[in-house]
């Protein structure tokens, strides 16, 4: 039995939720799938999965084995980059995950330039507004907007960007602008639960932060939706800066209560910690981090 290859095909099997969609993944017969699991609860004399026909679940002892073959095959992966070269010269393949608005305007530019210069290496890029795990998700480096909690994590900070209420003018002259955010409640607004919550809007006046309640007319769950619906006029919006720079740029909405706005969330790349970094990595972060400096550093209206 090659036992990374059982391992493997472990992860693959519960990361798909079952063994046939996992052998169709792998393109691999499911009888061989199911021969390699039954092969390694036998080499460990422990019972890894509860299969059903609708249902696949880990035991006890399948849930901690599970985390540590990540860490095992992370360290073969590592271990073998190290070998072809990785460690000496910008070569190989550079998994980025980033925010799906901000990384097609902002980073991908960069990320096409990085390749032209780089042409060894070559990128695989995943935009998702959910946090990607680095092990998990075999991601070298994420871009995050917001606050990072404590970790080991390491942090390029590259600038911030600012949470800003905006209308179109054609709204703001039938219904007036709101001079303050309590004004809001009586407005119609149109919340992305990605920035504020559907019921409150929260706002900063001078060292307090306050609370507004708002009443929602629509509820969206992507940012594009959002400024879409407020540039047809339904109402008040509240989204990400960089998120509404062509609509603002083109006059189709515009910004309101930017005395009032909340402190803007920071943006980094960040990758974990480790010994020595592959070059790849390092040639990334220096190329990219000074073009996305530079434009999270433009002006927004």
Not at 62 to 83: M, T
Not at 160 to 169: D, E, G, K, L
Request: charged share 25%; glycine share 6%; with cysteine.
């Amino acid at each position: 039995m090659d036992r990374l290859e059982a391992m493997s095909t472990l992860l693959d099997v519960v990361d798909a939720g079952s063994l046939s969609a996992a052998a169709r993944k792998l393109r691999t017969p499911l009888a061989t799938i199911s021969r390699r699991l039954s092969d390694l609860e036998k080499h460990l004399g422990a019972r890894l999965l509860l299969r059903s026909n609708r249902r696949l679940e880990l035991t006890d002892a399948g849930r901690s084995y599970i985390a540590a073959c990540r860490e095992i095959l992370s360290s073969v992966d590592q271990a073998e980059r190290a070998a072809s070269g990785e460690y000496l010269a910008p070569r190989g393949e550079i998994a980025i995950s980033a925010p799906i608005v901000f990384g097609r305007m902002h980073l991908l530019p960069a990320l096409v330039e990085f390749l032209a210069a780089f042409p060894e290496i070559n990128a695989r890029l995943t935009l998702n507004d959910r946090f990607a795990h680095f092990i998990d998700d075999q991601i070298d480096v994420a871009l995050r907007i917001g606050d990072l909690p404590d970790s080991t994590l390491k942090i390029t900070r590259l600038g911030s960007v600012r949470r800003v209420v905006c209308a179109s003018p054609t709204y703001l002259e039938n219904k007036g602008e709101p001079r303050t955010p309590r004004d809001l409640q009586a407005h119609a607004c149109i919340t992305f639960e990605g920035v504020s919550g559907a019921t409150e809007w929260s706002f900063r006046s001078g060292k307090q932060t306050i609370a507004v309640p708002v009443r929602s007319r629509l509820v969206v769950n992507t940012a594009e939706a959002a400024i879409d619906a407020a540039l047809a006029g339904l109402g008040v919006t509240r989204v990400l800066s960089y998120q509404v720079e062509d609509a603002l740029r083109r006059g189709g909405l515009r910004t309101i209560l930017t005395a009032f706005e909340p402190a803007p969330l920071p943006v980094s790349l960040i990758y974990p910690a480790q010994g020595a970094m592959p070059q790849k990595l390092r040639a990334f972060l220096d190329f990219a981090a000074d073009r996305l400096r530079h434009r999270l550093a433009q002006p927004t209206a």
